[in-house]
């Protein structure tokens, strides 16, 4: 099993920046992609992000990849959404998942989820 930790989330202005840390554990040699997910009330799960833990390819949604950006530390097995120039629809329960490659990765591991709340 992997265990996924969220953190970071918060209440935070509009126009300001937000960084959510995901750290792994567990059988991490099981994953080689971690990425980010968010769900707004009434509103169907939506994929951000994704980085590979091998090489480092970047995947983004259209919708947030001139503002967002993924990154990782494979010594510390934490990826990181770094979210700038927020906007209030951002606001959400963002959740972290992992698994072994891109195309599956809404099917594996799951963290519980931070809130982010951006304030008009």
């Known amino acids: 099993q992997v265990q996924l930790v969220e953190s970071g989330g918060g209440l935070v202005q509009a126009g300001g920046p937000l960084r959510l840390p995901c750290a792994a554990s567990?059988?991490?040699?099981?994953?080689?992609?971690m990425g980010w997910f968010r769900q707004a009330p009434g509103k169907e799960r939506e994929f951000l992000a994704a980085i590979s833990w091998s090489i480092g390819s970047t995947y983004y949604a259209d919708s947030v990849k001139d503002r967002f950006t993924i990154s990782r530390d494979n010594a510390k097995k934490t990826v990181y959404l770094q979210m700038d120039s927020l906007k209030p629809e951002d606001t959400a329960v963002y959740y972290c998942?992992?698994?072994?490659?891109?195309?599956?990765?809404?099917?594996?591991?799951w963290g519980q989820g931070t809130q982010v709340t951006v304030s008009s």
């Open positions: 567990g059988r991490v040699f099981s994953i080689n992609i």
């Open positions: 998942a992992a698994n072994r490659n891109i195309a599956t990765i809404d099917s594996g591991y």
